[in-house]
């Protein structure tokens, strides 16, 4: 008998017929004799609708008040799955966060989680009980409200079955499973068997809409073998998905050199023209950013020139007004020339951990984009991703090209 931890996604849940069909499906594992615990996000589109009402009233809403009312579609939904499964005969229980108790620090909106009470869980799975938790929210040290920031829910599953030791942590979403990339734009894609924590971590950061990179982290670090399911398959028909673990238990005699192609269209680019070219420069501009929690991705600084370099770094799309805003204000201040800025970028990388052994991806890449007449704005890399920064436009194009050419459409031998 095992423990499963079974997280269910906006669209699984997102109309009553969905909710029943994830009851039913939540009953067969419990009748197989495992323990399940359940962990769901809101119903499609509802948390929008929050935020949406929330900045009606007030238009930057109080992070701690809206925390308040984004957390009431986790509650919602929680209840009304725990309804689907009393009304076929089993036993469940919800409970919020602040019932479990997830506990977090205080940075409302995007909290992180720093501990997990599963003591009231573990007494009602021992009953017979499914057991029912809204996913993305917490409680800090005061009580109050917080969520995880959107997708949390992932990252609240994997914590729990954490906790709890769980043997597997299952995710399920609209798809079944990862993807060498988004099949809406290569038909071609395949579903991938396996993949590392590492890829899928890079895979994840990098703008793959499967898992939250949070999630990721908390599975890497605590162990938890996870696994990305449909929930939209018919019962007793499901497919095995993905599974996602360590590299030394993927059984294949050589990993494939590239497993995916991930994208990221929610970047802007912001540079900074002209400053002093003396240490601490970097400092002075990205002390302001990370003091106003903005995510910073991509960073490049030019080789100084008479005495002054040009900067430039990625935030994500919906801070750009933030950062330039913050920008604008240290300008003089740090001897700035100009601030420049692009709210039109995307992001493309190639991701797998067979480049360790591997020479040459960088160049094919570089070579398959300027054979489309793609420029490259900004290249990262690190042992096994390559990601470029280009012009939104030519997004779709490059992840084409690329899949292509790493020939991810061709079933491994």
């Known amino acids: 008998m095992a423990l499963i931890i079974q997280k269910y996604g906006g669209t699984s849940v997102g109309t009553p017929e969905r909710i029943k069909n994830v009851a039913r499906r939540v009953a067969s594992w419990q009748a197989r004799g495992h323990r399940v615990v359940v962990v769901v996000s809101a119903m499609s589109g509802e948390t929008n609708r929050l935020i949406a009402l929330a900045k009606e009233v007030q238009a930057q809403p109080d992070p701690r008040e809206l925390d308040v009312i984004a957390a009431t579609g986790e509650q919602v939904t929680i209840g009304l799955l725990s309804m689907a499964l009393m009304d076929i005969g089993v036993k469940a229980r919800s409970y919020t966060g602040g019932q479990v108790k997830v506990l977090t620090d205080s940075a409302f909106t995007k909290a992180r989680i720093v501990s997990i009470d599963e003591g009231n869980i573990r007494r009602d799975l021992e009953t017979g009980h499914v057991v029912v938790v809204a996913g993305f929210q917490g409680v800090d040290e005061a009580g109050r409200i917080t969520t995880l920031g959107r997708g949390g829910s992932d990252t609240s599953a994997v914590a729990i079955a954490a906790a709890l030791k769980a043997d597997e942590c299952q995710i399920y979403t609209d798809v079944d499973g990862v993807y060498t990339t988004d099949p809406r734009i290569v038909p071609e894609a395949r579903r991938l068997e396996t993949v590392t924590f590492e890829e899928m971590l890079e895979m994840a950061s990098l703008g793959s809409k499967v898992l939250q990179i949070r999630s990721v982290e908390f599975a890497g670090k605590y162990k938890v073998k996870l696994r990305v399911l449909s929930s939209l398959e018919e019962l007793g028909q499901e497919g095995p998905g993905t599974l996602i673990t360590f590299e030394e238990d993927i059984k294949m005699m050589e990993q494939p ?34 003091e106003a929690n903005i995510d910073v991705d991509m960073i490049i600084q030019n080789v100084g020139h008479d005495g002054s370099t040009d900067f430039s770094f990625t935030v994500p799309r919906g ?31 190639v991701v797998g951990v067979g480049m360790r052994s591997h020479v040459g991806i960088a160049s094919k890449m570089f070579r398959t984009l300027a054979e489309e007449g793609i420029n490259i704005q900004m290249i990262s890399t690190s042992e096994i991703k390559i990601s470029v920064v280009i012009d939104e436009k030519y ?4 992840v084409r090209v690329l899949h292509k050419a790493f020939e991810l459409d061709q079933v491994p031998a």
């Open 257 to 290: 050199i590239i497993s995916g192609i991930a994208f990221n269209r929610d970047e802007a680019k912001l540079t900074v023209l002209g400053v002093p070219d003396r240490p601490g420069i970097a400092y002075q501009i990205l002390g302001p950013v990370a």
């Open 395 to 398: 997004l779709e194009l490059a």
């Open 319 to 349: 801070e750009y007004a933030k950062a330039t805003a913050l920008l604008d204000q240290v300008k003089g201040h740090i001897g700035a020339r100009q601030i420049a800025g692009d709210n039109r970028i995307a992001k493309v990388s």
